[in-house]
């Protein structure tokens, strides 16, 4: 039965696009297998409690360690003190099981009650699967072979195919776990760039060409696996291969909930990886900093998993690879309706598939808080990237990068992209498509800041979009401007139209008593330079304390305007 629901939903997202929509259908997937599948779960049973006053780093290892799959570690509000050094998996970090919840407590408003104050840090403090090690990103070919289990792949991968057949039978592999597909890059629509970072290596060079994939059937030679082929142009690359993690564990089905983490000298917080539907919601991460780069949360390795409803914010140090989330050898990932701010970085990704949806990102501290370039705020990076849906969101600046890989088929709808911060004057394009960039949307976006930007493409640093060289394809239909106040000549939708939303069918429930879509080019003369970011619900929350349509007094406690406090006790800035 869900095998039929799917396929349903698939042929009617995709007849639904179809109609008048401007968008082509060849730069739509179906997003809506995104995240975690089905929804982030709401778990019922109790396991364990905790209080602060009587938890400590292995106290709180050992009830991980033994809660039974589908339950819940409730942290009970409170502030916990957490040295790290010594903790009990020698590695500095909790490891967790899989299919649990820690879950804090709130106040009324919905902010944390439950706060972690941890020192001395060994790694990310939830660490998830509950083993120690995990593969990095810039391996040696050698590395690599020490790592994976690799097969060749004696089929061909058009875009919508489930089955690959292998040069031979798999081992170490099983229904349901991930293994990844990848090849030779062409050199045309497809590229290794810089070094090729988080790109599997071996003797013949980068394989940038990439999907991650979840194993639902194995007969002999033959994978059968979901979601399908997402790329249309792995035939035009060479040498496809199907590898897989050998002896490294996958988290699935945990998640963290409703707490405060502040790492007393900067630390890193959340790492999924090995991971599939695990997730991270209403977790403020304060003070980051860590090893090169930093991070908040990063998931890595990583099918359906989710950041949701959460904030992040300051890094401890003027360092400008301080990210508030970084997505990498990953597939089908979502980022929705979360606050990033005080940060060099917000969002660095890379793989297939993601949904980007409703998040509000301020205050970008690249070059530190005097610095004038604005950075790249929110960038794919990596191996080549592919099928990304940027919705909804109130943003500074996008850019497609080609550091280490080209970008393609990337949607960018309906969002707020003002392309100015206070002081900055350098990279303050609000969307920028960088060389070797193919087949890109971008369609009913309200660009630009009223009275800085002076061009449409050229003109220097005031112009709405830079495009590098030898791009391909590049789409942009209906998009209204602060240069033109309008929607520039050539860009208009005549009978055509911008769908609502490109992964939900009607208002999500969070939106609560705001308009839905956010970001419409009809009003777009009404959303002023300051105030366009509480039409969507992570920059209501940030700038009123509450989530939109709560009457709620008191909100008030949660003072962002200076410390940053949970409750009206407890400090998490």
Sequence with gaps: MTAIRTILLFVTFAFAASAADIVPSTN???????????????????????????????????IYNNAPSNSVILLEAGKYSLNFSGAPNGNGNWNIADGITIRGETNSSGWPTTYLEVSNLGGPVFNLPDSGSYPGGNFSAAEWNADIIQRGVTTSLPQGATTVTLDSAPTGLSVGDLFWLDAYPDGTYIHTIGGGYYTRKDTGGDRSMQQTCRVTAINGSILTFEPPIVHPMWDKCTSPEAFWLDGFNEARWTGIEDMAIK?????????????????????????????????????????????????????SQDLNQVYGIDIVFSGHDKVENC?????????????????????????????????????????????????????????????????????SFMLVARNRITGWQEGRISNTYPLVINSFSHNMT??????????????????????????????????????????????????????????????????????????????????ATTITNVG??????????????????????????????????VGGTVDIR
């Design 263 to 315: 790492a007393s000298s900067g630390g890193e917080y959340v790492f999924m990886g090995p991971a599939q539907n695990c997730w991270a919601r209403n977790v403020c991460m304060t003070n980051i900093s860590g090893s090169n780069p930093h991070y908040a949360l990063k998931m890595a390795w990583t099918l359906n998993c989710e950041a949701r409803d959460c904030l992040i914010q300051d890094q």
């Design 28 to 62: 739509q997937v179906d997003w809506t297998f995104a995240g975690v599948q089905g929804g982030i779960p709401y778990r019922t049973t109790i396991y364990a409690r905790a209080s602060a006053s009587t938890s400590t780093v292995s106290t709180l290892q050992t």
């Design 442 to 523: 971008a369609v009913g976006n309200i660009l630009g800041y009223g009275g800085y930007h002076t061009s449409y493409q050229s003109g220097g640093h005031t112009a709405i979009f830079a495009i590098g060289s030898d791009t391909k394809e590049i789409n942009r239909y209906g998009n209204w401007n602060t240069f033109d106040s309008g929607v520039h000549s050539g860009e208009e939708l005549g009978a055509s139209t911008v769908a609502d939303s490109y992964v939900y069918d009607s208002k999500p429930d969070y939106f609560g008593n705001l308009d839905w879509p956010p970001y419409d080019i009809a009003n």
């Design 532 to 565: 366009s970011e509480v039409y969507i619900p992570a920059g209501y929350r940030l700038l009123n304390g509450q989530w939109p349509g709560q009457t709620i007094s008191a909100y008030n406690s949660f003072d962002i305007g200076g410390k940053v406090t």
């Design 339 to 407: 606050i990033i701010k005080d940060l060099a970085g917000a969002l660095a990704w890379s793989g297939e598939g993601h949904v980007i949806a409703y998040n509000y990102v301020t205050n970008m501290l690249y070059d530190g808080a005097s610095g004038t370039h604005l950075g790249e705020v929110v960038f794919s990076h990596g191996h080549h990237q592919s099928y990304t849906l940027i919705e909804g969101n109130h943003f500074p600046h996008i850019d497609f990068d080609y550091v280490y890989g080209n970008s």
